[in-house]
């Protein structure tokens, strides 16, 4: 089992930047797909980002727009996803789940959510003037 904890949200101006982590623990060996997701009141979860930790490459959803940035430490089994410019359709509670990597990570590793295994209680964010 892997337990993710997200951390970070919270309220900020429209323009405005957070920075969300993600630590995991538990069965961290080997590699695994990291999804950051979110879901806006009354909408489904969206992939925000997904991020593989063998090689740290990234896949952004449609909307990020360069906006957003998501990497790793390795050292501590973190994910992190930096939200620059945030708009206040940005607001919705933000989720890092995964998968462990047992294909070649692709753009299409993150886009089915049912296949996320492991999944934190996430963060709310909140985008207001």
């Known amino acids: 089992q892997v337990q993710l904890a997200e951390s970070g949200g919270g309220l900020v101006q429209p323009g405005g930047s957070l920075r969300l982590s993600c630590v995991a623990s538990?069965?961290?060996?080997?590699?695994?797909?990291i999804g950051w997701f979110r879901q806006a009141p009354g909408k489904e979860r969206e992939l925000v980002s997904c991020?593989?930790?063998?090689?740290?490459?990234?896949y952004y959803g449609n909307f990020v727009k360069d906006r957003f940035l998501t990497s790793r430490d390795s050292a501590d089994y973190s994910a992190f996803l930096q939200m620059n410019n945030l708009k206040p359709e940005d607001t919705g509670v933000y989720y890092c789940?995964?998968?462990?990597?047992?294909?070649?990570?692709?753009?299409?590793?993150?886009?089915?959510?049912?296949?996320?295994?492991?999944w934190g209680l996430g963060t709310q964010v909140t985008v207001s003037s």
């Open positions: 991020m593989s930790t063998m090689d740290g490459s990234v």
């Open positions: 789940a995964a998968l462990p990597l047992r294909y070649a990570f692709s753009a299409f590793t993150c886009n089915d959510i049912s296949d996320m295994e492991y």
């Open positions: 538990g069965r961290t060996a080997g590699y695994y797909a």
